[in-house]
């Protein structure tokens, strides 16, 4: 093990590893291990007997082994296969000798472990208001690529973030079920920016039913970019620039087939919300190591003194004063309550119930409606193009063209 040659015997030939560079073994103070037939501390159980008296017992070869992949988990090629027994005492001896802790292999030793045993490493990530916690380990956050939950909650996404491109990929398509992205400041331009490889590529959340989008400053107009999300049964659009009335109503049925729910749904609940898995300790640890860096506010400090130097105090101003937008009583939360639902099957919307002598008042507003959304396309797209033309142009504009090129 000290540097010495490596053998490895795979499918009946023997071969010479020469590129691995095993991890050294721990420094010892005792003159003896210069010996190396004196048995290693670490291989042995220290134990003291009933009567006080030192006594120890050798370690399993499979302990041993265990501890020796770990240590090098790095090298390691695939665990695919491995039985989940396996994998378990292997995660928690990496985690014990503080391997994810390491920036320089963390990244690889989760994204193999999450390939082979997926939701099992992590099911359900919450990172609600923890936004140091989310930017400093991004590129970890995404080798969990079988998450069924993930709350984003005040994180200060904004309408262009790094992590919107993790969210539409094709890793995450067939396992988020759950997303909760309120409080980020979103708006309009970001929710089409995260919508278009849905639209215009047809891939990436195919599984999602629940989206949390509150307290954003999103509009109706917004909506429309949500109609890709083929399963989507829960939506909140609470805090929002949407009032609640008939027009909406209407728009959030003949858009995306959901109904106004008069009790807050408890699925939008933050107690549900939970991280679940094998790494629920680590984002802990994460969390944290990155709390005891006292050097960072001072860096943050000479940094924003810094922009402001150069004339940037307005974008100084407003990265630091952004805050996740929450309400501020109880009150004000029930009353601003905007949850929808899909309904079941063999039930129908309240205006197709009633009859049509009762909505001669509501006709006139879904005509006015309907003139405001003929006038905004016109102010959309050219007065001279035909109608098909008009369609396509509004589909693809620039901004999705540049998201297109991107993939």
């Not at 549900?272 to 944290?288: D, H, L, S, V, Y």
């Not at 810094?306 to 009583?329: D, I, M, Y």
Request: proline share 4%; aromatic share 8%.
């Amino acid at each position: 093990m000290d540097n010495s040659a490596i053998y490895v015997r795979e499918r009946g030939n023997l071969r010479r590893v020469s590129d691995i560079v095993l991890a050294q073994p721990k420094p010892v103070s005792s003159c003896r291990r210069t010996n190396p037939f004196v048995p290693r501390k670490e291989n042995f159980v220290f134990t003291y007997n009933a009567e006080g008296s030192l006594r120890y017992t050798t370690k399993s070869l499979f302990e041993i082994s265990l501890l020796f992949v770990a240590d090098n988990i790095h090298h390691v090629d695939s665990l695919v296969g491995f039985p989940e027994q396996i994998g378990n005492r292997l995660f928690a001896a990496a985690e014990e000798n503080r391997v994810f802790l390491n920036a320089d292999i963390s990244q690889k030793a989760l994204q193999l472990f999450s390939d082979a045993y997926g939701e099992i490493v992590l099911g359900s990530l919450c990172l609600r208001n923890r936004f140091p916690l989310l930017h400093e380990r991004l590129h970890e956050i995404k080798t969990f690529h079988s998450l069924k939950s993930l709350d984003l909650f005040g994180c200060r996404l904004g309408d262009d973030h790094e992590i919107f491109q993790h969210l539409t990929s094709s890793s995450l398509a067939s396992s988020l079920i759950q997303l909760f992205i309120g409080g980020n400041s979103l708006s309009d331009v970001g929710l089409q920016r995260l919508t278009a490889p849905i639209r215009l590529l047809k891939k990436g959340l195919d599984c999602l039913q629940l989206l949390d989008i509150s307290y954003n400053p999103i509009s109706v107009r917004a909506l429309r970019y949500l109609a890709c999300l083929p399963k989507l049964e829960n939506l909140d659009v609470s805090g929002t620039n949407l009032k609640l009335g008939t027009g909406l109503k209407t728009t959030m049925w003949d858009l995306l087939r959901l109904n106004y729910s008069e009790k807050p749904l408890d699925t939008f609940d933050h107690l549900r919300c939970k991280t679940e898995g094998w790494a629920q300790q680590i984002i802990n640890q994460w969390e944290t190591n990155s709390s005891q860096m006292p050097k960072q506010k001072k860096i943050d400090e000479s940094r924003a003194s810094a922009l402001r130097f150069f004339g940037r105090q307005k974008f100084v101003r407003e990265v630091l004063n952004t805050a996740p937008l929450v309400c501020e009583s109880e009150e004000e939360t029930k009353k601003e309550r905007l949850h929808f639902f899909r309904p079941a099957a063999n039930n129908h919307t309240p205006e197709e119930q009633a009859p049509s002598t009762t909505t001669i008042q509501a006709k006139p507003a879904w005509h006015n409606i309907k003139k405001r959304q003929r006038q905004s396309e016109r102010c959309d797209s050219s007065h001279q193009s035909p109608p098909t033309k008009r369609l396509s142009s509004s589909a693809l504009t620039a901004e999705d063209m540049d998201l297109l090129n991107s993939y």
